[in-house]
């Protein structure tokens, strides 16, 4: 965690088209050549059973990158229960052996109702014990890679920057398994802009201020996944705010990553000239430079 600044780091994978790491790795020294740096932080992503490190974070460490890895969750049941303790024995050991700090993102955004780990799709019939379990769940994960001496593993716990659906049972303080099991919160927001029937044009401060308001006190946050359109306002200015309001009204905000993909709608850095000087700017800023 820099003293002061924030690390910038990204997930690169602009065509949102996986081939194999070596493709991976061009699409990222790409990305680096266009915006005249090196990003601080590479995000990749795993399905609960795939293996990792698969040779992308080895690589990351070599280049004088942190690796973030962003690890899907399954059944929150199965995972408390003991049933996948070979699985994650297997993945701590894989991480300890980078002897490198690597970032790990587990069964992040719970408090969507998109995913298989979220509460709404893990609630027992007639009870909202989605939250419950999905923290016995993540205490089973972090206590096989203490047990297994994986120190170097730092631990983000990354919720929405809004609970869907918006009531009480599912607020991201329900799923917050404590202190003790948590190093870094993240969040992830977009700001959709007009291009759904339910969305508006939202600020940084909008889309961000309310979780990081609950834990910036005892944690440092990460913006771990983040992105704008173009559709309803000007994306460079909204990114040129977006590192004002991060200088000057979120300290505790140590790492930023954007979320350079064309997928539901074209979150890229370069989806135009004024988003690409915009981005360009923020990361030659000596607050991102850390």
Known sequence: MPSTGALFGAYVDPDNRW????????????????????????????????????????????????????????SLTA???????????ARADALKALGAPVFLRFAWEMNGDWY??????????????????YIAAWRRVHDIFAARGATNVVWVWAPNHESVPNVSWNNWR???????????????GYNWGTTRSWSSWKSFPT????????????????????????QGGDKGAWISAASSSIKTSFPAIKAFLWFDVLKEADWRADSSAGSLSAYEAMGRDSYFNP
């Open 207 to 230: 889309l961000f201020s309310d979780v990081y308001r609950d834990y910036a006190p005892s944690k440092p946050i990460m913006i771990s996944e983040i992105g704008s359109v173009e």
């Open 19 to 74: 081939v194999d790491n070596r493709a991976a790795m061009d699409e990222v020294t790409a990305f680096e050549s266009m915006i005249g740096r090196k990003i601080a932080i590479n995000q990749h992503y795993y399905g609960f059973s795939q293996t990792f490190p698969s040779g992308l974070e080895q690589w990351d460490i070599a280049n004088g990158r942190i690796p973030l890895v962003s690890w899907m969750g399954t």
């Open 174 to 188: 329900n799923y917050y398994p404590g202190d003790a099991y948590v190093d870094w919160v993240g969040i992830d």
């Open 79 to 89: 995972i408390a229960g003991g049933s996948y303790d070979g699985t994650i024995t």
């Open 116 to 133: 298989a780990w979220d509460g709404s799709h893990n609630n027992d019939s007639g009870t909202y014990n989605g939250p419950a379990k």
